[in-house]
C-alpha cells in the first residue's frame, strides 16, 4: 500500500481535486439526487449503475463491482499504473509531481529532449514552407494532402546538406550533446565532428497525446536509403511504444471506441484526409504490446489494415498473436489488387475504406483461416493440426472468459466443423479441456481490469476473496467499521487487527485502525489515501461501505461479529496450542509438555 509520492504531495492532489470533475472528462454524467449517474464504461450495460458520489469523493459501480478513488477511476479507465494516474490528475489540476532526485533529474533531461525536439520541429517546418521545400510541398500536393493536414500534423522537410540543423542550433547555443542525445545529429565515424540525421527528408513528427514531439520520421525525396529513416531510441522515444497520429486521432477513437491500425505515415495522413479521424500508424514497424495496451484505454477494438504482400499479411499474424495475449478485440483487413492504404483510399474513398473495415475477420478466426489455408484438410493430420492451432490461440487469452468468449463468436469453428467431421458442440468440448484455468499476472494473481465496454463481471471487487464463515464475519465487522469511528473503538478494544486473519481483510482493518488513531475520527477519503496504489483494497473498501449502509442494527450486527470473532480466534488459539502439545511430547520434552497440557486443559 506504500506510495512512492509524499503523502502531503497526494493529500494536496485529493484537496483540489474534484471527481465528478475528473470522471465527467470521460463520461456523460447526469444528476440523480446528491450523486451523479452514467452507463458503467468498465461492463456493458443499457441502464446506468455507475455512481459518482461527490460528498465522498468516490465512484461505483452496481452493476459490475468497480470501485474506488479517481486514483483508482485513472488507472482502470487509461489503464495505467498509481504513479501515472496521478500525474495525470496532478496535471489536470496544475500541480507539480516531483519524486526522487534521480526522478527529477531524469524528468529534466526529458524536458530538454522536449524542447530540443520542439524547436527541431519548427525549423523542418519553416523549411517545408519555403524555396528549399517546394519540392517536398509538391510531393504532398500531388498525393493528395490538403494544406489543413500538413498544418496539423506539423509535418516538415529537411533539405539536402550535412549541416543544416547543426548550424542552425549554433545560432540558438544549442549544444551538441542534447541535439546527439535527442538523434537529430549523429557522430561522423572517421572523424571529429557530426551531421544531421535527417537530409533531403520529408519530416513526421511523431507527437505524445499532449502533442510534444517524441522524435521524427522521415521519407527520402530521393535515392536515400533506407527510404523511411526514424529518430533512434532516446530517453523520450521508443519505436514500440509510440503511435504515429494519435493524438490528432484520440478524441475520434474515444468516440467511436474502436481504431484502425495501418502501416504508414502517409496511411495514416490519407485517412485523416478523407475524413476518417479513429486511424493510427504503427511507426512501419510490427505492433508490439505497449501499443496494444495503450489503445486499450480508448477502444474496445483495432482493426489492423495492411497490404496484402508477404510481408503486411505476417505483420498482420503478429499483430493479432498480441491482440490475443493483451485480450484485445483485434480484427484484420487485407487489402488486395496491390494497393497500400493510401492509394485505396485515394481510389475507394472514404466509403470504401469504411466497408472495408465492416468486412474485417475476427482475430481468431483469420489466423485459423490463414493456417488452415496451407493445409489439406482432408487428412487426419491436418485436422489434427488445425485443432492443435486452435488450442495454442485460445492459451493466449489470460483469462476463462475470454477464452470461452472466442469459441462462442467464431464464425471458423461454426464452418469447420463439417470439414473436420465433429459436430459443433463436441468441438468445442474437446479444445475446453484442454485449456489451462486461466494464467494469473501481477501481485497475489489480479489479473487487469476488464478492457472498457466489455467482459462485464459478478457484482463484487476483482480480487478473489476469501470464503466462508470465518470470511463472512470479517467482512462484517469491517462493513460496520466503515460507518463510523465509535464502531473502530470497540474493535480496538476487542482485540484489534488480531482478529482478521486473512491478509487482505487485516490490511484493511489496519488501514482503518490508524487512521482512527492517529486522528481520532474516520474520513473516508483519508482511507483511500492511506491505502495508496492498491486499487482492489480501495474497491473493496468502498464495497463495503454502501454494503454496510444497506444492512440492519450496526450495533448488534458489531456484537455478533465481535463474538463471533473472538470464538474463531480462540479456536485458532487453541488449535495451535494442540499442535505445539503433540509437537513436546514427540520431542520428549516433559516440562513443555506438562505446562502446555494445563493451558491447554484450561482452555477446554
Known amino acids: 500500500m506504500a506510495s ?45 449503475s455507475f455512481i459518482v458520489n461527490p460528498e465522498l469523493q468516490i465512484f461505483k459501480c452496481f452493476g459490475c463491482g468497480k470501485g474506488g478513488d479517481v486514483f483508482s477511476f485513472i488507472m482502470a479507465y487509461e489503464r495505467v499504473s498509481f504513479p501515472e494516474a496521478v500525474r495525470i490528475v ?31 520541429a519548427r525549423i523542418f517546418k519553416s523549411y517545408l514552407w519555403s524555396e528549399p521545400g517546394a519540392r517536398a510541398l509538391g510531393y504532398l500536393t500531388a498525393r493528395g494532402f490538403s494544406k489543413q493536414i500538413i498544418e496539423d500534423f506539423s509535418l516538415g522537410y529537411a533539405p539536402p546538406g550535412w549541416e543544416n540543423l547543426l548550424r542552425e542550433a549554433k ?18 565515424s572517421e572523424k571529429s565532428g557530426h551531421y544531421d540525421r535527417f537530409r533531403n527528408r ?40 509510440c503511435l504515429y497520429g494519435f493524438p490528432q486521432a ?18 495514416c495522413l490519407m485517412a485523416h484526409e478523407k475524413g476518417i479521424k479513429w486511424v493510427v500508424a504503427t511507426l512501419g514497424t510490427a505492433l508490439t504490446p505497449f501499443q496494444v495496451r495503450r489503445l486499450r484505454r480508448y477502444a474496445d477494438e483495432a482493426v489492423l489494415v495492411f497490404d496484402a504482400d508477404s510481408a503486411g499479411v505476417a505483420a498482420s499474424d503478429r499483430g493479432l498473436d498480441i491482440f490475443l495475449a493483451e485480450e484485445m478485440e483485434g480484427k484484420v483487413a487485407v487489402l488486395t489488387g496491390g494497393l497500400d ?34 493445409l489439406d484438410l482432408d487428412t487426419a493430420r491436418a485436422r489434427n493440426e488445425v485443432l492443435q492451432e486452435m488450442v495454442r490461440l485460445l492459451e493466449e487469452t489470460k483469462s476463462a472468459l475470454s477464452r470461452e468468449m472466442l469459441i462462442a463468436r467464431s464464425r471458423f469453428i461454426q464452418g469447420i466443423c463439417d470439414r473436420l467431421g465433429v459436430s459443433e458442440e463436441a468441438l468445442r468440448q474437446r479444445l475446453r479441456p484442454r485449456l489451462p484455468a486461466g494464467r494469473r499476472g501481477g501481485r497475489r494473481g489480479s489479473e487487469a481490469p476488464p478492457a472498457t465496454g466489455r467482459d462485464a463481471t459478478a457484482a463484487s471487487p476483482s480480487r478473489p476473496l476469501p470464503q466462508g464463515r470465518l470470511a463472512g464475519l470479517q467482512r462484517e465487522l469491517l462493513e460496520v467499521m466503515l460507518q463510523g469511528e465509535a464502531f473502530t473503538k470497540s474493535v480496538v478494544a476487542a482485540g484489534g487487527v488480531s482478529l482478521f486473519p486473512d491478509k487482505d481483510y487485516q490490511n484493511l482493518a489496519e488501514a482503518i485502525i490508524r487512521l482512527y488513531q492517529e486522528k481520532g475520527l474516520l474520513v473516508f477519503s483519508d482511507l483511500m489515501l492511506a491505502l495508496g496504489e492498491d486499487a482492489e483494497l480501495k474497491e473493496m473498501a468502498v464495497d463495503m461501505l454502501e454494503k454496510g449502509r444497506k444492512k440492519g442494527s450496526l450495533k448488534r450486527r458489531l456484537d455478533d461479529c465481535l463474538l463471533g470473532l473472538r470464538k474463531e480466534k480462540e479456536k485458532r488459539e487453541t488449535a495451535a496450542l494442540k499442535k505445539r502439545l503433540i509437537a513436546s511430547a514427540k520431542a520428549a520434552d516433559e516440562e513443555e509438555e506438562k505446562r502446555l497440557l494445563r493451558e491447554y486443559q484450561k482452555r477446554i
Open 202 to 241: 520529408l519530416i513526421f513528427p511523431i507527437q505524445d497525446a499532449k502533442k510534444q514531439v517524441l522524435g521524427f520520421g522521415g521519407r527520402a525525396l530521393g535515392e536515400d536509403e533506407p527510404k523511411y529513416l526514424n529518430s533512434p531510441e532516446t530517453a523520450i522515444f521508443s519505436k514500440g511504444s
Open 341 to 374: 492504404p493510401c492509394d485505396f483510399l485515394q481510389k475507394e474513398g472514404a466509403e470504401g475504406f469504411l466497408k472495408l473495415i465492416s468486412e474485417a475477420r475476427e482475430v481468431f478466426d483469420w489466423k485459423l483461416e490463414s493456417f488452415a489455408a496451407r
Open 90 to 120: 496532478a496535471e489536470k489540476y496544475g500541480i507539480e509531481v516531483k519524486e526522487t532526485e534521480k526522478d527529477t533529474r531524469a524528468e529534466e533531461e526529458k524536458s530538454a529532449l522536449f524542447r530540443v525536439n520542439r524547436w527541431a
Open 171 to 188: 545560432k540558438r547555443d544549442i549544444s551538441i550533446n542534447l541535439l546527439e542525445k535527442a538523434g537529430l545529429i549523429t557522430g561522423r
Open 4 to 48: 512512492r509520492y509524499r503523502d502531503d504531495l497526494l493529500r494536496r492532489i485529493q484537496s483540489v481535486s474534484d471527481i465528478v470533475d475528473v470522471v465527467s472528462q470521460y463520461l456523460p454524467l447526469r444528476k440523480a439526487g446528491k450523486s451523479f449517474k452514467a452507463l458503467c464504461p468498465f461492463h456493458q450495460e443499457k441502464t446506468p
Open 250 to 267: 484520440r478524441e475520434a477513437i474515444l468516440a467511436e471506441r474502436r481504431v484502425a491500425l495501418v502501416e504508414g505515415y502517409t496511411d
